[in-house]
Structure formats: C-alpha cells, structure tokens
C-alpha cells in the first residue's frame, strides 16, 4: 500500500499534537510526515503546485493528488481509527464553508496554542514515519 504523506507546519503546537493524534490513530500505518518547512515538504508542495505562501498549515498527498486546508483535514480523519472519522460527513458542505472554518482556526492557532522555535523532532520509536528521517 502506497502511504498517504501530511505536510504540517513543524513549528506549530497544534499541528504537531494533531501529527500525534494521527499517529496514534493510524493503526493501518498509513501515513507519512514531514514539515512544510522541510527539503521534502518544499519539494512535494513543487511538484504538487501548491503555493507555500498559500498553505501554511496541512497538506495531504494520497494517490497522486493533493488535499489542501479542509479537504485535507477531513480526508485525513476519514481514515484514523476511532470517532475521528464521523466529522469527514462535514465534507457535506461546500467548501467556502469549511474551508472558512478552517481559515479561522489556522490563522488564530499560534495564539490559541503556541509556537516551537524549531520544527518538531521525532522521537527514536517515530522516526521511521517522517520522510525527513536522516
């Protein structure tokens, strides 16, 4: 099975509880992470189009194509373990909506929840999951 790659803003605290809580959700070892920071989050968001100063929260990569902003969000908990997946029925509405949900908390997630001076390291034990694992 080819795995799913999620971009994240390694300096975000929200974001990297959220690479947590996918971790741990992810029983089928789907997917893959590296920081939009990164030498790798920089070259899948090249060869995908997708305009760093755009997108500065979450991408997913699945099956050649790319999610961005909500559609990213929802796909992603379609496919965890647990309730998590219930909230992809929100995929119901159109996406100015839950992109503009979306919006909302990415712009206020560094007050609400801090921000790192460094992109996230992984631990030992998570390394193999992150596609920058020198």
């Known amino acids: 099975m080819k795995k799913k790659i999620v971009l994240f803003d390694g300096v975000c605290n929200l974001c990297n509880k959220a690479i947590t809580y996918i971790i741990e959700?992810?029983?089928?070892d789907q997917f893959r992470f590296a920081a939009l920071q990164s030498d790798e989050g920089k070259s899948l968001l090249a060869k995908y189009e997708i305009d760093p100063t755009e997108i500065d929260s979450i991408v997913l990569v699945s099956d050649n194509?790319?999610?961005?902003?909500a559609s990213a969000a929802l796909r992603i908990a379609k496919n965890l373990s647990g309730a998590l997946p219930l909230i992809y029925g929100f995929a119901i509405f159109p996406k100015v909506i839950?992109?503009?949900?979306?919006?909302?908390?990415?712009?206020?997630?560094?007050?609400?929840?801090?921000?790192?001076?460094?992109?996230?390291?992984?631990?030992a034990?998570?390394?193999?999951?992150?596609?920058?694992n020198k």
């Open 25 to 28: 959700h992810d029983p089928k």
């Open 65 to 69: 194509k790319s999610y961005i902003k």
């Open 98 to 123: 839950t992109n503009g949900v979306y919006d909302f908390i990415a712009r206020n997630r560094y007050n609400w929840f801090g921000k790192k001076d460094n992109c996230m390291i992984p631990t």
């Open 125 to 132: 034990d998570l390394k193999s999951k992150f596609l920058d």
